[in-house]
């Protein structure tokens, strides 16, 4: 094995090596309107402080809330009119939510798709107003924003799905940052749908117009482009490992890459005949995957077995010149 010399500070070292199992454990949901129950969902998003898990009911206009074991814990929204008199719309409707992203300070944001905006929810889980693009703004405007991230500088990144891009956010609602727009460049977008971000602040962007999952670091440039076994790729997830989880809706296909873009791991369904369809998005942590398993109105929950070895090495005078 070759290590990078700027990564060798000492004689001696442990190199880990280490393999990803998924194991299918449990579903929960179901086509329908009731507590456990979806239509089309389309977004997740998880609360690591609670272990909360947020669906984003797209077919049922809503947000679901759950337990980390899949209990339902409260919804929020409901339908709005995305044309007609507001008067007529409750302050906290939603049309069609594609994403949800929860906060740090337990809020949490909706693309909110048809009504064009991204909207927060407050640490009470009331509705809390516009967050993007502020009311009264006529110059900021988004086309149905779709996937949504919040990074660890508690940044909130926005696929603006028509117009072929994506916005970095502060959390007072500033953009920060642009990338992509319309074309076919490496640094183009064609109805892109999510967006990660890892702990180095690289960007990864679900682009499937282009069948690609598209790579930037932490300044906005681009670096590469992941295109192995992929088709359709919308949703895109970071591994505790470092890991990058991808959900191919043509494929149906639930597929983890090491970082260079090589698959190494791959699930299509929760049985031999029980299949994924259109799965759409992901949230990975230390012990469960959750699959969002959307042409099948469900949220399939994965044990994630990790097995590790770990070698001790020993480098020589020259190497460390």
């Not at 977004?43 to 690591?48: F, H, K, Q, S």
């Not at 640094?187 to 702990?199: E, H, I, K, L």
């Not at 029980?274 to 044990?303: I, K, M, Q, W």
């Amino acid at each position: 094995m070759t290590v990078e010399a700027n990564r060798v500070a000492s004689r001696t070292g442990t190199i880990e090596c280490f393999s990803i199992d998924l194991v299918p454990r449990q579903t929960v949901g179901r086509t329908g309107k009731g507590e456990r129950q979806f239509i089309r969902p389309m977004g997740l998003g998880w609360d690591p402080g609670h272990r909360e898990l947020y669906v984003a009911d797209t077919g049922n206009d809503r947000i679901v809330r759950l337990a980390a074991d899949g209990r339902f814990i409260a919804q929020y929204g409901g339908f709005g009119l995305a044309l007609g008199d507001s008067s007529e719309e409750r302050e906290d409707s939603l049309s069609a939510p594609w994403d949800v992203a929860p906060g740090g300070f337990s809020n949490f944001y909706v693309a909110d798709q048809n009504n064009d905006r991204v909207c927060e929810f407050d640490a009470y889980k009331s509705y809390k107003g516009l967050f993007y693009p502020k009311e009264g703004d006529t110059r900021n405007r988004l086309n149905r924003p779709r996937g949504l991230t919040i990074d660890h500088e508690n940044n909130l990144w926005v696929v603006d799905s028509r117009n072929d891009r994506v916005l970095k956010l502060s959390p007072s609602g500033s953009q920060l940052l642009e990338l992509g727009g319309y074309g076919s460049s490496r640094w183009n977008f064609r109805d892109p749908t999510q967006v990660a971000v890892d702990q180095e602040g690289r960007i990864y962007v679900s682009d499937p117009g282009h069948r690609r999952i598209s790579v930037f670091d932490r300044l906005g440039s681009f670096q590469r482009v992941i295109t192995d076994h992929l088709r359709s790729p919308v949703g895109v997830g970071i591994d505790p490992d470092g890991l990058i989880g991808i959900c191919d809706e043509e494929t149906n296909e639930l597929g983890f890459y090491t970082p260079d873009g090589r698959r190494v791991l791959f699930c299509a369904g929760f049985s031999e005949r029980d299949r994924f369809r259109a799965p759409a998005d992901l949230v990975v942590t230390p012990r469960t995957v959750y699959l969002l398993d959307s042409g099948n109105h469900r949220v399939v929950l994965l044990e994630r077995r990790k097995s590790m070895l770990e070698s001790s090495w020993q480098a020589g005078t020259s190497v460390l010149k």
